[in-house]
């Protein structure tokens, strides 16, 4: 019996009806002052019920009691579908989920940790002679007092050269030489603007004169002249001269000047990233990087400024704060050095360790910096703790993981020291390798021993297995799941029959290996260096699966995702995939620090005909982009419904059956299926339309039937059914029986793209790639893709992967799920620490050689599965 259990019921969360999403008016009572874990696989409920119930109705009770003027300021949740939760405390929610991504927004600034380092500076730094002290504000790039003045606090600044806008000076104009102008049409009207004017559109652009070129790309006059389409440069001159009626008047623009407006003013992510290429970045030759002004750079604490601090690693500047402690403060392991009377007598607030003393540092200095450097020292020593020493204080939040940005929170809130509060966490150990794990179980435990509850929606086999509670939602996913199907204790779910989670907790582990595929050829890369990767040398076993280990922050993201990627993408002659595709991206990616790829392909490339990668990003960003959509199956399901008889009749063709074309369409919604309700002092409540009731069509549309179903009715079908539904369609019936091998059978094929995760995002990215006709040439590239999944879905995941594989095509994963690694036929360990102790080749080899490596963090984790008895 579990602490929990031993309290009775008034120490649970008691809830009845719960209905929200899949959910079946489930009536569950679930531990406070408890680590519970809610299982289940994939779309089976249960974040519907930790996030969508719990959290939810905590936030709206607490919402209750904010002033209705307050209440309008904050993003409100809306009411859960549930009939009663009581006992329920207050909820904190440690969810995944980025935000909105910004360069300015760091590691510093999500832990607060700059807050502290900026009052640092102010109040017990060194200053130069003569030069007044600074607020805390004049050490934050983000601020108008603080920023450098050329860069603005931003640390780079950004031209558009000759050389990025014409890469190759042997094509012509005409050729597309100035690769910065706008594709299609607008990139044509600009050449025959020119040669309206009499350039030389035709001749190579390295033989213009120099005057000639230079106007071009950085004029900023914008001349207005007649235009005469499709004429040749002889006949535009014939028709000049007998001034012949143009066939519109066009406005020149410079190429830099293109390139500058577009990026300053475009809404589209597509092309902010394309003019984005154009943009050399480089370190701000005033304040070297640093983003401030050069009276905050002056003042130095231990001998460093505030930017070079903020560039080191936390644990070295963990180290740095301990050294000018003098040794006595709490190191970055979380050990306190100081005498044990004084750790008696108040902690944090007791007497602090005395800073070594600086020639221009007053008592009342010391004062001030025996507080902050003990307060940093704690703090960082939870993200140390968390596996994140790593990470250094100006590393921009866009660059980080969902699991690093949820450890990040996480260390916060164990800062805290709050008491009585649930928290409601999202997968928590998405993204951690093995070892990093244990540290996040300490931390857990932490916050628990605080009195909190801890509910964490996981899949991680370990951590369900530590857990005092185990909830197990199911049985299957979608309209399949919704039901509670074990509420206890974790042994307790042994006899429980018909939940997946089940067989995996308790199946013993088996020494058992997969046969293992040969190599057909290696992938040999050269000198790579990215971020903390150092002149590394890697091969690549081509024809295989491959997974790439190490812990968190050892490079191997750099090396696969971005070295790799880029490398073999130059080679085919196309761009990478970009590795940040977000709106307000920063201009000169790839001229970033640690952004540029150095190295070559040295061998293998004979073998790649083609690069795919598939990442977790959403495959939409409104809700008008769904699963039928993407996977373009329904161009052929409209395509059928046209070719009906009733839609012939009706003179219909395929567009009158989309939701996004004015004719089909319901007019009332525009298609939405929904119309919002403003409630001013409530959150926004989202009501069926009036008009369609949420079908998204109008009437005439929905007369037409295939089969006896509308196409609004084939829309809310799971891919589970419509397969049922369009067997004998064999160009729809394909990438639905391939949604369903893996495991998304669930999902409806008009599911909106945002309600969509990550891990649903990457699958069907994935089964959209199999739809293609394998040829055995194509390399694969896949971050973490068990992130998300049950075990249960892990394992349709690798007999897809093992698919591509034996279709002749090379698949590299980079991974921590130890069930797919050891099934792999080849395995790179990168290592052996984070940071600057990674960035190496620690093993490679065989999953078998792999697990008997020395000097391998992954190999005694992976010993457990490959080699139990050992």
Same mark, same amino acid.
């Given at each position: 019996m579990t602490r929990a259990t031993a309290r009775g019921t008034d120490h649970f969360v008691r809830v009845r009806g719960a209905r929200e999403h899949n959910l079946r008016n489930v009536d569950v009572d679930i531990p406070r002052d408890a $680590? +519970?874990?809610?299982?289940?696989?994939?779309?089976?409920?249960?974040?519907?019920l930790a996030f969508g119930t719990l959290y939810a109705e905590a936030q709206r009770r607490y919402f209750e009691s904010v002033s209705p003027y307050a209440r309008r300021l904050i993003d409100q949740v809306g009411v859960p579908a549930v009939d009663s939760i009581d006992g329920l405390p207050p909820a904190v929610a440690l969810q995944q989920q980025r935000g909105t991504p910004s360069t300015r927004s760091s590691v510093g600034s999500v832990t607060t940790l700059s807050s502290l380092l900026r009052m640092l500076y102010s109040r017990a730094g060194d200053y130069p002679a003569r030069q007044p002290m600074l607020y805390a504000e004049d050490f934050s790039p983000n601020t108008p007092q603080g920023a450098c003045p050329v860069c603005h606090g931003l640390g780079r600044v950004f031209e558009v050269t000759e050389r990025s806008m014409v890469p190759d000076d042997t094509l012509s104009i005409r050729e597309r030489a100035i690769a910065s102008w706008p594709p299609a049409w607008h990139g044509q009207n600009l050449r025959d603007i020119l040669v309206t004017m009499g350039i030389d559109v035709d001749k190579p652009w390295r033989d213009l004169p120099k005057k000639t070129r230079d106007w071009i790309l950085f004029t900023e006059e914008q001349p207005t002249v007649p235009v005469y389409a499709g004429f040749t440069p002889a006949e535009t001159r014939a028709a000049l001269r007998s001034k012949l009626e143009p066939s519109y008047q066009g406005t020149f623009i410079g190429a830099?000047?293109? #390139?500058?407006?577009t990026f300053a003013t475009t809404q589209s992510a597509l092309m902010k990233n394309r003019v984005a290429r154009f943009m050399v970045g480089g370190d701000c030759p005033a304040c070297k990087g640093k983003r401030l002004k050069p009276e905050a750079l002056s003042v130095r604490f231990a001998g460093y400024d505030i930017g070079e601090i903020s560039r080191m690693p936390l644990a070295q500047f963990a180290q740095v704060l301990h050294a000018a402690a003098g040794g006595d403060a709490p190191d970055a392991t979380g050990s306190d050095a100081r005498p044990s009377a004084l750790r008696k007598k108040g902690g944090a607030h007791a007497a602090a360790p005395d800073v070594r003393r600086t020639p221009n540092q007053s008592a009342e200095k010391r004062i001030a910096a025996q507080r902050i450097v003990h307060d940093l020292l704690a703090r960082i020593t939870v993200l140390t703790d968390l596996g994140l020493g790593y990470l250094s204080l100006d590393r921009s939040t866009p660059t980080l993981s969902p699991g690093e940005l949820q450890r990040l929170r996480l260390a916060t809130q164990i800062r805290?020291?709050?008491?009585? #509060?649930?928290?409601? $966490?999202?997968?928590?150990?998405?993204? /951690?390798?093995?070892?990093?794990?244990?540290?996040?179980?300490?931390? /857990?435990?932490?916050?628990?021993?605080?009195?909190?509850?801890?509910?964490?929606v996981e899949h991680d086999l370990d951590l369900m297995r530590r857990a005092d509670w185990l909830v197990d939602v199911g049985p299957g996913a979608g309209e399949e799941g919704g039901i509670v199907l074990y509420s206890g204790p974790p042994d307790g779910l042994r006899h429980v029959e018909g939940s997946h989670t089940a067989r995996y907790l308790f199946a013993p582990r088996t020494s058992s290996q997969p046969s293992l595929r040969e190599p057909a050829g290696w992938? #040999? /890369?050269?000198?790579?260096?990215?971020?903390?990767?150092?002149?590394?040398?890697?091969?690549?076993? $081509?024809?295989?699966?491959?997974? +790439?280990?190490?812990?968190?922050?050892?490079?191997?993201?750099?090396? #696969?995702?971005?070295?790799?990627?880029? $490398?073999?993408?130059?080679? /085919?002659?196309?761009e990478a995939p970009p590795v940040d595709e977000e709106p307000d991206a920063e201009p000169g990616a790839a001229s970033s620090p640690g952004g540029r790829t150095g190295g070559r392909i040295a061998g293998g490339m004979e073998r790649i005909r083609r690069l795919v990668r598939v990442d977790q990003k959403p495959i939409g960003r409104t809700p008008r982009s769904n699963l039928a959509t993407y996977t373009g199956l329904f161009d052929h399901v409209r395509k059928l419904f046209a070719d009906s008889k009733a839609a012939r009749a009706r003179h219909f063709d395929a567009g009158r059956f989309s939701f996004n074309v004015a004719k089909g369409r319901c007019a009332t919604c525009e298609g939405e299926g929904f119309v919002s309700v403003e409630l001013l002092f409530m959150p926004s409540v989202y009501a069926p339309c009036p008009t369609c009731h949420g079908s998204r069509f109008n009437e005439l549309t929905l007369k037409v039937k295939l089969r006896d179903r509308t196409i609004a009715d084939v829309l809310a079908m799971t891919v589970d059914e419509a397969h049922a539904f369009f067997e004998n369609d064999g160009a729809i019936e394909r990438p639905l029986r391939l949604l369903k091998a893996i495991g998304l059978g669930y999902l409806r094929l008009g599911q909106p793209a945002t309600e969509l995760s990550g891990g649903e995002a990457q699958r069907i990215k994935l089964a959209t790639e199999l739809q293609r006709a394998q040829r055995g040439d194509a390399l694969y590239v896949l971050d973490e893709p068990t992130t998300g999944l049950h075990p249960s879905d892990v394992d349709k995941l690798m007999a897809q992967l093992g698919g591509l594989v034996d279709a002749g095509n090379t698949v590299i994963v980079v991974e921590h799920e130890l069930r797919l690694v050891s099934a792999c036929d080849w395995v790179i360990d990168m290592g052996p620490g984070a940071g600057a102790q990674g960035g190496r080749i620690v093993a490679s080899g065989r999953p078998q050689e792999v697990a008997t490596a020395t000097g391998s963090r992954t190999a005694p984790y992976l010993a457990r599965w490959i080699l139990p008895d050992k």
């Open positions: $680590l +519970v874990v809610f299982s289940g696989i994939s779309g089976s409920g249960k974040s519907s830099r000047k293109y #390139v500058l407006h805290s020291n709050l008491f009585g #509060v649930v928290y409601v $966490l999202d997968e928590p150990s998405a993204g /951690l390798h093995p070892a990093d794990s244990e540290a996040l179980v300490v931390a /857990l435990d932490t916050l628990k021993r605080s009195g909190n509850s801890l509910f964490v992938l #040999v /890369l050269e000198d790579i260096t990215r971020n903390n990767l150092q002149g590394l040398s890697v091969a690549f076993p $081509l024809g295989v699966l491959t997974a +790439v280990t190490g812990v968190s922050g050892s490079g191997k993201s750099s090396l #696969v995702s971005q070295a790799l990627v880029e $490398l073999v993408a130059a080679h /085919l002659g196309h």
